[in-house]
């Protein structure tokens, strides 16, 4: 019995420990969102919205002294190309994913550009994005 306890403290610890050294969890899922957009911006050329993602970015990392912040992009750019499957899609199917995403809510008031017309059959093919 108290080998099992020890070891439930052990893990824990690990585990609090291994989230204090990533930076807070609020933090990254900001930057995750910021990137979310930011990608989908840049594959859909999108100039002036790339442009104010990056400096919406740059200042809340500066706002709050985000440290060590490039690993982290590095980390969560991946983490979003797992989350949407972006690796085992096809040019058209990443564009669908990147259009939903430039025009959700977050991502209007982030970039602070119109949504794009997509044409309707991509509309029900983000719709039914993890089934592709």
């Known amino acids: 019995m108290e080998f099992r306890f ?12 291994s989230l204090s050294s990533c930076g807070s969890v609020r933090e990254d899922m900001k930057l995750k969102t910021f990137l979310e957009c930011q990608m989908a911006a840049v594959n ?3 100039k002036v919205a790339i442009m104010n993602i990056s400096r919406k970015m740059t200042k809340y990392i500066n706002e709050n002294n985000i ?8 980390f969560l750019r991946d983490e979003i190309k797992e989350d949407y499957r972006l690796y085992d899609m096809k040019l058209k199917g990443q564009l669908i994913i990147y259009s939903g995403i430039y025009n959700s809510s977050d991502c209007i008031d982030i970039h602070e550009q119109k949504k794009i017309e997509v044409p309707f059959m991509w ?6 994005r993890f089934l592709m």
């Open 67 to 74: 440290k060590d912040f490039a690993r982290r992009i590095v």
């Open 44 to 46: 859909l050329g999108k």
């Open 6 to 17: 020890a070891n439930k403290v052990i893990v824990f610890v690990f585990l609090l420990f």
């Open 123 to 128: 509309k029900i093919a983000y719709f039914f």
